[in-house]
C-alpha cells in the first residue's frame, strides 16, 4: 500500500463544523484490523481527531458519517421509504481514470445559463452531494421567464436525438444509476423523453425513472400548452417509477379536484409505484410532502416560507433521483431554502455545507 497516500478531506462534517480551515490529515498509520476493515487514516492535527474518518471498505471509501445517513429512517414504521445506497463507480473515459461519485444520474430538463432552475438547478444539486450528471437541455435560456429580458428558446429534437445517439455510441448512456426527467416544451420533446426511458429502462441493471411532470401550479394553472400535459401523461407517467407532482399537476393528471389529504391520497395510489405530492393541502402557513407508495403513505410537514427562489421543485426531485428517503430529501430541501431567502437565486453552491449536512424532517403520521 502507498503509504504516501493521503485522503482528501470533504467531508461535510469538515465543511459544516471548519470551513474556514481545511483538516490536516497525516501520512496513513497502520491501526489494528477490526473485523474485514483495513487501515483507519488517523488525523493529525488534535482538532481533527474527533472528525470520522474514512473507512477503508472493501467496495470503495464511504465515509462512516455517509454510512450513518444511508442507514437512517426517519421514524419507526417507515423502512419502506428507505433509498438503495448507489455503489460507487470509477469511469474509464478515453483510457483516463475519471473521478467517483456515488451516482450517475442522467438529467432531461431545460437550461438557464444564469441562475438555478430545471438542469442548472438539479444537476447542482447532485454534484454538490458528489453525484455524476449527464445533462441533455431541452430548452437553453438566458434566464427563468421570471425576469424582464430573456433570449434563448428550446433545443430542436432532431438535435437532442442526435446528442443523445454520441453518448449511446460512445457507451455513455450505460450504467446509469437514475433518470430524472423535467420540463418538455413540446408534445416532441415529450416523444424523445419517453423513447429515451423506454430504452434505459432494457438496460441491465435497469436506472430507477424519476419523472417530475413540470405542468403548471396553482393558481396560475397549467404553463405549458395542453398538448404537453396530455403527451406527459399518456407517454411519461406510466413509465416513472417515481413520480414528483405538485398538488395541482396530481389534480391535472387525475381530473379529480383533491379538495383535501383523503382525495389527494385517494389519487396518487393507482398513478405510479411511488408517488411524492409536493405542496399537499395543509393550510396557509404548512407545506410539506405526501409520500405514497401502494397501500401505504406518510405525510411530512414543513413550514411554508415567502420570498423563496425558483428552482425548488428541481431541487426536490433530483435528491429524490439521487436516492434520498423523502424526509430526508425534505429538510436538506427546507434548510436550502432557509437559506436562499430573499437572494435572486437558489444558494446551492454558497450554503452547501449548511443544507447538505441538514437532518432528516421525520414523518408526522402515517395517514
Not at 102 to 127: E, K
Not at 132 to 152: E, M
Not at 266 to 290: H, M, N, W
Request: glycine fraction near 12%.
Amino acid at each position: 500500500m502507498d503509504v504516501d497516500r493521503r485522503i482528501l478531506a470533504n467531508s461535510r462534517q469538515c465543511a459544516g463544523r471548519f470551513p474556514d480551515r481545511p483538516p490536516v490529515f497525516s501520512r496513513e498509520r497502520k491501526v489494528k484490523p477490526r473485523g474485514t476493515h483495513g487501515p483507519v487514516p488517523m488525523p493529525k492535527h488534535p482538532r481533527d481527531r474527533g472528525r470520522r474518518p474514512v473507512l477503508n471498505l472493501p467496495g470503495g471509501g464511504f465515509s462512516a458519517a455517509m454510512l450513518g445517513a444511508a442507514a437512517r429512517v426517519c421514524d419507526g414504521g417507515f423502512d419502506m421509504f428507505r433509498r438503495p445506497v448507489y455503489r460507487r463507480r470509477t469511469r474509464q473515459l478515453g483510457g483516463a481514470r475519471q473521478g467517483q461519485g456515488m451516482a450517475r444520474v442522467l438529467i432531461v430538463s431545460s437550461y438557464v445559463a444564469s441562475g438555478h432552475v430545471g438542469l442548472s438547478a438539479s444537476g447542482a444539486v447532485l454534484q454538490a452531494l458528489g453525484h455524476d450528471v449527464t445533462g441533455l437541455p431541452t430548452v437553453v435560456l438566458s434566464n427563468h421567464l421570471g425576469w424582464a429580458h430573456v433570449a434563448g428558446g428550446p433545443l430542436p429534437v432532431s438535435q437532442l436525438r442526435d446528442m443523445a445517439g454520441a453518448l449511446r455510441a460512445n457507451g455513455l448512456l450505460e450504467d446509469h444509476d437514475a433518470v430524472l426527467v423535467g420540463y418538455l416544451p413540446s408534445p416532441d420533446h415529450v416523444a424523445f423523453a419517453a423513447d429515451l426511458v423506454a430504452e434505459m429502462r432494457g438496460m441491465d441493471p435497469a436506472p430507477r425513472i424519476v419523472v417530475d411532470p413540470i405542468l403548471g401550479d396553482a393558481p396560475g394553472g397549467l404553463y405549458v400548452p395542453e398538448a404537453v400535459a396530455r403527451a406527459v401523461r399518456e407517454r411519461l407517467v406510466p413509465l416513472a417509477d417515481t413520480l414528483t407532482p405538485n398538488h395541482f399537476e396530481l389534480g391535472w393528471l387525475t381530473g379529480r379536484a383533491l379538495p383535501d389529504l383523503a382525495a389527494t391520497l385517494e389519487a396518487a395510489r393507482p398513478l405510479a409505484p411511488e408517488v411524492l405530492v409536493t405542496s399537499p393541502p395543509l393550510g396557509a402557513e404548512v407545506t410539506g410532502l405526501l409520500a405514497v407508495r401502494g397501500r401505504r403513505s406518510a405525510l411530512f410537514r414543513t413550514l411554508r416560507r415567502g420570498g423563496v427562489p425558483h428552482g425548488v421543485g428541481d431541487s426536490f426531485a433530483a435528491m429524490i433521483a439521487a436516492g434520498m428517503a423523502p424526509g430526508e430529501a425534505l429538510g436538506r430541501l427546507d434548510a436550502l431554502v432557509l437559506c436562499s431567502i430573499g437572494a435572486p437565486h437558489l444558494a446551492i453552491a454558497t450554503s452547501a455545507p449548511r443544507w447538505v449536512a441538514a437532518p432528516a424532517i421525520g414523518p408526522e403520521s402515517q395517514v
